[in-house]
């Protein structure tokens, strides 16, 4: 799997999918995240579509006094909102990639989100430094 420039990536070649959820959820709140919201696709495609998946989740991420900074910025930057972190199982490992806040966030026409922008993503990529 390639890494794109909308994803922080990393693969996690000897940690269980299990226990890349507990590490990454741990390292979010290390850094002011909570975890909002918790898609589990292989459950979903299951129960909606008969489809087997690999499994996969989606972590819908907040830390709560950046967000109240975005949004005193730019009222509708609730669209963007939340970060959103995958794990993922692979045939080795597991690969969690979280979304790219600069290259989410670079539909914002609103040079004042800069400093922003830069807390969210130099959190990120510790919560990703330290997996």
């Known amino acids: 799997m390639s890494n794109p420039s909308y ?4 693969h996690l070649a000897s ?15 290390s850094e002011g995240f909570g975890v ?13 579509l ?4 690999r499994r996969y989740v989606i972590l819908g991420a ?12 730019e009222p509708l930057v609730g669209l963007l909102l939340p970060c959103n972190v995958v794990v993922a199982e692979e045939d080795e490992g597991t690969t969690v990639s979280i ?3 600069r290259t989410m ?18 959190k990120l ?4 430094e330290r997996l």
């Open 50 to 53: 008969d489809v087997d998946f």
């Open 105 to 122: 966030f670079s539909v914002v026409e609103n040079t004042e989100m800069g400093p922003v922008v830069d807390e969210v993503e130099a």
């Open 99 to 101: 979304i790219n806040p």
């Open 15 to 29: 940690t269980t999918f299990d226990d890349a959820i507990e590490v990454v959820t741990s390292g979010l709140k």
């Open 36 to 48: 909002l919201t918790e898609v589990d696709i292989k459950k979903t495609f299951k129960a909606k």
């Open 125 to 128: 990529s510790r919560v990703l």
């Open 62 to 73: 907040c830390n709560p006094k950046l967000a109240l900074q975005a949004l005193e910025g």
């Open 7 to 10: 994803a922080l990536t990393k």
